[in-house]
């Protein structure tokens, strides 16, 4: 079973490289150019930005060229790496979660790195996939979030000290890459971990482990707003701005700024869980890998709604990643959940509704990337 895991990995990386490469040629309307552009403002200023570990693997990828081509070539190396590798994590999780027909669900994982929010009445924005392609930060960070998201609901499962250590490893990969996913776990995990250890050993250590990780998001933002490194850099790249950021708290202002309706957002975004807790309701939620997936959900969706940027990048919605980040680990605990129960012989018509709403995203994950080839956008 390993070796159909690693095939179908190394399939996920020539796959997705071929896409990123294509994505770089056909100059689509996404962050991939920016940040192959801070690469090479890293090589030219030795400044490096406070989620650096993408930037500092192209340039070492790119032998430290600051060649556009080079550096076009190795972030594609980089972000094929990375969707391997999330696969390669996910197709893992999976196989331990059940034994049930491993083969044909492997395929089904590979399936789940297609699936995208469905379209309403924009393809895109508004909605919270589970996927993106266009954020070459937020493809970077995602092997590093499954593994965090596994190794930390393990030592809630075990108290283990040796899942505590992988929780702390991942977590600091993951401030490193892109520190979106802690704002929700953090308090999660603690929250967890105390809920089923309380006081006890595991439970300080849980709780120690969460404010050393809670610590380095700290300095990492000391050093993106005190340290004067990211406006060395954005200045060398043209991307300069004077203009002061802060955060705020405005109820839904950004959501219903790329959304008309909200409601309608999050069933587009999350058909496929909606349909699953409808359809089988308590047996789903016994899974506490569901539990736990649902409540960074719950977490990351209301980070999003409550807690805005404000000046410039007001509208820029980086409170939203999470929420992508969180999705994908939702459908994936579902998916090895459901496919446990589903029985397409006694219970054909709940199955048959369960899967095919998993379908549908992940067609809408192809529609997707096929609007944006040929549109070269997304808006």
């Not at 990386?13 to 920016?34: C, E, K, N, Q, T």
């Not at 309706?261 to 699953?276: D, E, G, H, K, Y």
């Not at 096929?370 to 549109?375: D, P, R």
């Amino acid at each position: 079973m390993r070796r159909l895991l690693y095939a179908l990995g190394v399939l996920m990386f020539i796959v997705h490289a071929a896409l990123f490469w294509a994505i770089f040629r056909a100059d689509l309307v996404g962050d991939l150019s920016l940040h192959a552009s801070i690469v090479d403002g890293v090589l030219e200023t030795g400044a490096l930005p406070g989620n650096f570990l993408l930037y500092a693997t192209t340039a070492v990828l790119a032998g430290l060229q600051d060649s556009s081509v080079a550096i076009e070539a190795a972030m594609t190396v980089a972000l094929a790496a990375a969707a391997a590798g999330k696969y390669l994590i996910s197709g893992t999780i999976a196989l331990q979660e059940t034994d049930r027909s491993p083969r044909a669900l492997l395929g089904v994982v590979a399936l789940l790195s297609l699936a995208f929010s469905l379209p309403t009445d924009e393809v895109y924005l508004g909605q919270l996939p589970p996927n993106v392609w266009h954020n070459s930060t937020t493809v970077f960070v995602m092997p590093f979030a499954v593994a965090l998201f596994w190794a930390s609901a393990q030592f809630v499962r075990t108290g283990e000290r040796r899942w505590l250590w992988a929780t702390g490893a991942a977590g600091a990969l993951n401030v490193a890459a892109k520190p979106s996913l802690l704002l929700a776990l953090l308090p999660v995990f603690a929250v967890l971990a105390l809920a089923r250890f309380r006081l006890t050993r595991a439970g300080v250590e849980a709780l120690s482990m969460t404010a050393a990780v809670g610590f380095a998001l700290v300095l990492q933002y000391l050093y993106i707003y005190k340290s004067g490194a990211h406006e060395t850099l954005y200045d060398a790249i043209g991307f300069g701005d004077e203009t002061e950021t802060g955060l705020g708290i405005e109820p839904f202002r950004v959501w219903s700024f790329y959304s008309n309706s909200i409601p309608l957002s999050v069933l587009a975004s999350l058909a496929f869980p909606i349909t699953a807790l409808a359809v089988y309701r308590r047996r789903l939620l016994e899974s506490d890998l569901v539990r736990y997936a649902l409540a960074l959900s719950v977490a990351s969706f209301a980070i999003f709604a409550l807690v805005t940027e404000t000046g410039v990048r007001r509208f820029d919605g980086n409170f939203a990643w999470q929420v992508i980040i969180s999705s994908y680990l939702l459908f994936l605990a579902v998916l090895v959940r459901v496919w446990s129960l589903w029985d397409f012989q006694r219970a054909r018509l709940a199955s048959s509704t369960v899967a095919g709403a998993f379908g549908v995203h992940v067609v809408a994950g192809a529609g997707f990337l096929t609007y944006w080839f040929v549109n070269r956008t997304y808006v």
